[in-house]
């Protein structure tokens, strides 16, 4: 049996399960603290909130498994518990415009790309070593109505920078944080699950401009081998002294008028520059390839490194109810985003990166807070990396792959089961595993890897 029948089988087997959950008309980011928790702590919680002290846990679940393709065959379970405290010192303390927010991460489990997959783009945002790890801790301050926003302390750069509302639908981890930074950047850049020390200003200029930029620590992790994760034990290496990172982008924000109906969308360019040094994906220092024995093997060390990128977003569709302004992921709709960035290929695996998707919002008659979207991601290996593939083929007298692209496409539906229980049954289909490397059983080396089919389901709770 191919695999489409199986696909749309399982398609039609997972709508008819969704239409029997019970519907709810809360807004997207309700907590559960109305059903999950005795009505003292709810009203405890709500105390504190009203004093500016408020606590979050949330708790997201992935079960996943491939079904063909990648190195090997498997399913598996993993998941990440998130607790945060987020403290308005203007509440708290009086100080106007000030704010503190904490939080840490608690991971378990195995990931499917790591061990089954080998791809490039993590297939679900939560994969990474079994850890408790302390992630943001910042403080920040708002002025002129919060218009100039300042926050100095340890975070990332994933919620703010190359992002959109749209790409929060989906589970693969580079509609988070995209496949070409997190390769191409020590440590794989602020991302998760690794925040770094850095100082960020927003400045909102005009209603529709917003300028943002950012100066991180070169890299999460001490110099060495093996991941960085392990590296960064904890999250609690809080290095401020490497090469640091540079980050800038302005959104310019605007309407479409259709027939009489706002539209509205955005528009965000913007560019990074590193100031550490970088490996040749080619050469060595003495000019040889990487690959040819009578040289040293080494690579050359590149200094600096440097990326351009730009967002669109645009809402395609509104009911004539809905004149609330700006692209809103909670908002009754149909929008869609598209992203592509770039950086030199002598010193990065991934040059060309480009990603794009559709998401729907509050349109499923009965459920009015579910949403569903389709996207794609396409990440080419550079030119030097396919390079130092074809000298390798040469040096070794055996043709083995040369690696082109990573594609992949991902479908998703997000089910409201109860305010802050969100149910997210999906497919992935991976083209060429990190652009096609040979199949780690297949001896000879000829073979590539093969395109995986993944099916998961994602429980997320919040309180």
């Known amino acids: 049996m191919s695999l489409l029948p199986r696909v749309v089988g399982l398609a039609a087997y997972l709508a008819g399960a969704l239409a029997t959950l019970p519907a709810h008309a809360g807004a997207k980011d309700e907590s559960a603290a109305e059903w999950l928790a005795p009505k003292w702590l709810n009203d405890a919680y709500a105390s504190l909130v009203a004093k500016g002290l408020t606590f979050g846990a949330t708790y997201i679940g992935d079960n996943i498994?491939?079904?063909?393709?990648?190195?090997?065959?498997?399913?598996?379970?993993?998941?990440?518990?998130?607790?945060?405290?987020?403290?308005?010192?203007?509440?708290?303390?009086g100080w106007t415009g000030g704010r503190i927010y904490a939080n840490m991460f608690h991971l378990y489990g195995r990931g499917l790309s790591r061990n089954y997959v080998h791809n490039l783009a993590t297939i679900s945002e939560i994969e990474a070593l079994p850890d408790t790890r302390m992630y943001n801790a910042y403080f920040e301050q708002s002025f002129f109505n919060g218009r100039l926003n300042i926050r100095a302390g340890?975070?990332?750069?994933?919620?703010?920078?190359?992002?959109?509302?749209?790409?929060?639908?989906?589970?693969?981890?580079?509609?988070?944080?995209?496949?070409?930074?997190?390769?191409?950047?020590?440590?794989?850049?602020?991302?998760?699950?690794?925040?770094?020390?850095?100082?960020?200003?927003?400045?909102?200029?005009?209603?529709?401009?917003?300028?943002?930029?950012?100066?991180?620590?070169?890299?999460?992790?001490?110099?060495?081998?093996?991941?960085?994760?392990?590296?960064?034990?904890?999250?609690?290496?809080?290095?401020?002294n490497d090469p640091r990172w540079v980050i800038g982008q302005v959104r310019w924000d605007y309407n479409i008028d259709i027939g009489g109906r706002a539209l509205p969308g955005n528009f965000t360019p913007g560019g990074w520059r590193h100031y550490g040094e970088f490996d040749d994906q080619r050469f060595t220092m003495g000019g040889l390839s990487i690959a040819d024995p009578s040289g040293t093997g080494i690579p050359a060390k590149l200094r600096g490194n440097w990326g351009i990128f730009a967002v669109f977003e645009q809402t395609l569709y509104r009911p004539a109810s809905v004149t609330e302004k700006g692209v809103s992921a909670s908002v009754p709709g149909v929008s869609s985003f598209l992203r592509i960035a770039y950086s030199p290929p002598d010193r990065n695996l991934i040059d060309l990166y480009i990603d794009g998707g559709i998401g729907v919002s509050g349109l499923v008659p009965g459920r009015p807070v579910d949403r569903f979207g389709v996207a794609a991601a396409f990440m080419r290996i550079s030119g030097a990396a396919r390079g130092l593939d074809l000298d390798t083929r040469f040096f070794d007298g055996v043709p083995s792959p040369v690696r082109s692209n990573e594609t992949l496409i991902e479908f998703i539906y997000e089910a409201h089961v109860k305010p802050g229980w969100l149910l997210a049954p999906y497919f992935q289909y991976v083209f060429r595993p990190s652009g096609g490397i040979p199949n780690p059983s297949d001896p000879t080396g000829i073979s590539r890897i093969g395109d995986a089919a993944v099916f998961g389901l994602t429980s997320t709770l919040r309180y």
Not at 65 to 88: E, M, Y
Not at 184 to 206: C, E, H, M, S
Not at 207 to 231: C, S
């Open 154 to 240: 340890q975070q990332a750069a994933d919620v703010e920078f190359f992002d959109s509302q749209t790409d929060d639908l989906f589970v693969n981890g580079t509609f988070g944080w995209p496949a070409g930074k997190a390769n191409n950047l020590p440590a794989g850049g602020p991302a998760p699950p690794i925040a770094v020390p850095g100082l960020r200003v927003k400045a909102q200029l005009t209603d529709d401009f917003t300028v943002f930029g950012a100066v991180f620590n070169g890299t999460a992790a001490a110099p060495g081998e093996g991941d960085p994760q392990l590296r960064d034990n904890h999250g609690l290496a809080y290095r401020i």
């Open 65 to 93: 498994t491939n079904v063909t393709g990648g190195s090997s065959r498997g399913a598996i379970h993993f998941g990440r518990f998130d607790f945060s405290v987020d403290a308005d010192l203007e509440k708290l303390v």
